[in-house]
């Protein structure tokens, strides 16, 4: 099953996997490795930095209904694991979105005491992501980085359209 920006999926069988496509987003793949179930999330913090309560406030729910939806299916918050993946600065121009997001989950799983077995945030390039949430597997494949000038116009949007992939 593939996931989008907002959206969470857990599973629970052999062979059953979960995907998403990330810039600067984050995803935060969760598993208990006793049960043999987990999921994966995809977040994008909103607002703007001085907004910090309504960031912290929307992306703390976002964890919190990935891992209720964990519990539902067997697992216990105990014995959690995560891998993380995204964060990436996919603009230069703009402000660092994807290190912010990457130390939201990093700052998460420490407060709540979910140890995170590896990672991959930062740099400048997208990421797809599978995970297997069973075996707490997980896959990236980094994307092609294609830098997007200041001053953008229609015969720029028309080339990059010409290169969209559609999932």
Known sequence: MHITQGEYATATKKGEMITTILGSCVSACLWDPVAAVGGMNHILLPGRVW?????????VNEMELLINAILKIGGQKSRLHAKLFGGAKMISHFSDVGLRNGEFVLSFLETEGIPCDGQSLGGE???????????????QKLLGRRDIPEESNMELSKDI???????
């Open 51 to 59: 907004e910090e309560e309504n960031i912290k406030g929307t992306s």
């Open 125 to 139: 390039q997208a990421r797809r992501i599978q995970f297997w949430p069973f075996s707490g597997r997980a896959r």
């Open 161 to 167: 359209g010409a290169e969209v992939e559609l999932f």
